[in-house]
């Protein structure tokens, strides 16, 4: 008995040091934080936004009269050509009206024609009775004077004579008057022309309400949107027919202004409408706003489609646009989750794992996306740089770089160092 009680407690003490050993390595075992380590890797940056489809140019057609409609000749959808008719409204009225303005421009032209004419003949041979009447009058004053001065006539004679020529001639004033006014500068020509004019005026306002009767399109254009029916009684100021011109199609997109930035004229795009997944198409910025929309933050960026546009394509239809805003075939990539505090410009600053311990640096970057940054400065392939929270600098670190396995290839067979899309919404 006193034997194997010796023995237990030996074996008992053995257990208690290895335990305190154990304890001891346990307690000085350095953390495992999840690692990768950096290499050389394509890196792409891309931006994606919704747009919607649009013409160059798009117009309403509306009335510029009261009226009620007699005929709509177009649908929703018909291509229509310049001067082609759309809508014609009841015009019996305005035809009358035009016929009016018609016949008194007729009686207008009838007077003026008759002043030039038979105006002009009676005015000369007015004149001429009035220059005979003045010559006999003052023939009759000279013989008055010559028989009063021998004494056969009596003064009161002599005055009825003066008196004669002074009515001859007064006449004779009347008739050169009248005469003046029928050549081309006289008063009742130039009033005549002018009330021909006025007629003319009414006549061509009658021509121009009886046409307004008639809506034609302004150019070769596809009829977006129809809303009048024969039978309705329309005014001006409302749209009755949305066209849009023949042109090119843009694509109009909304980006947000933190991508201002990495958006240049001339950059090509991938377009993709989601009910034709399978037909994606070319697209190329062709304008970027000069202004950014202030109630929502944005700035809009027109495309323009350097081939045929797909034949799916429908005004304001929306699609989703890719533009591929910045490449690097092969470049030094770290994960952005790396990077450590707050990044002033080009500078950032990541924690590696170097012979067990942390180990701060302080790096400068290039190219960046949502989740990868090219490094300029501050670190070298095959470095292992440390995720998510870390021990302070020199404490031991053991990096687990099974627990931060590389992101799959992009769909563009990229290396994992390349970026998800800069997603925003419309």
Do not use: C
Not at 32 to 38: D, E, G, K
Not at 239 to 259: F, H, I, K, T
Request: proline share 4%; hydrophobic share 50%.
């Amino acid at each position: 008995m006193p034997g194997m009680s010796r023995r237990i407690l030996i074996a008992l003490g053995a257990t208690g040091v290895a335990l305190a050993a154990l304890l001891g390595w346990w307690s000085l075992r350095a953390p495992a934080v999840p690692a990768v380590a950096v290499q050389m890797a394509p890196l792409v940056r891309t931006l994606l936004f919704s747009a919607r489809v649009a013409t160059s140019s798009r117009v309403d057609i509306g009335s510029t009269l009261t009226g009620r409609v007699h005929e709509v000749t177009v649908a929703e959808g018909a291509q229509v050509r310049r001067s082609d008719v759309l809508v014609r409204l009841e015009s019996e009225e305005l035809q009358a009206a035009l016929e009016q303005a018609r016949a008194s421009e007729r009686q207008a032209a009838a007077r003026l024609a008759g002043l030039r004419s038979t105006g002009r003949s009676a005015a000369q041979a007015a004149v001429a009775q009035s220059d005979s009447v003045l010559k006999a009058a003052r023939a009759d004053l000279q013989r008055t004077e010559d028989l009063v001065r021998r004494g056969f006539l009596s003064e009161a004679r002599l005055d009825d004579a003066r008196r004669a020529v002074a009515v001859a001639q007064a006449q004779q004033a009347g008739t050169l008057a009248l005469r003046a006014a029928n050549e081309d500068q006289g008063t009742e020509v130039a009033q005549a022309q002018a009330q021909l004019a006025l007629a003319r005026a009414a006549v061509a306002a009658a021509q121009a309400r009886l046409d307004q009767a008639v809506l034609t399109a302004p150019a070769d254009a596809r009829v977006l949107v129809r809303e009048v029916e024969p039978g309705q009684i329309v005014q001006p100021g409302r749209a009755l027919l949305s066209l849009a011109l023949a042109g090119p199609l843009q694509l109009v997109g909304q980006v947000d202004e933190r991508y201002l930035e990495q958006l240049q004229v001339g950059q090509s795009a991938t377009v993709l409408a989601d009910a034709f997944p399978g037909q994606p198409f070319s697209a190329r910025v062709e304008l970027i706003a000069p202004v950014v929309d202030a109630q929502r933050g944005a700035i809009e960026v027109k495309l323009a489609l350097p081939q045929a546009p797909p034949a799916f394509l429908r005004e304001d239809m929306t699609l989703s646009v890719e533009i591929q805003t910045g490449r690097r075939e092969q470049a030094l990539v770290v994960p952005m989750a790396a990077l450590k505090g707050e990044r002033a410009g080009d500078a950032a600053t990541v924690r590696v794992a170097r012979e067990g311990r942390v180990e701060e640096r302080r790096l400068r970057l290039g190219l960046r996306t949502l989740d990868a940054a090219e490094v300029l400065e501050g670190l070298a392939a095959g470095d292992i740089v440390l995720l998510g929270p870390t021990p302070e600098p020199g404490r031991r670190v053991r990096a687990d770089t099974h627990a931060a396995a590389p992101r799959s290839t992009t769909a563009s067979g990229e290396d994992a160092g390349s970026a998800l899309a800069n997603a925003i919404g419309r």
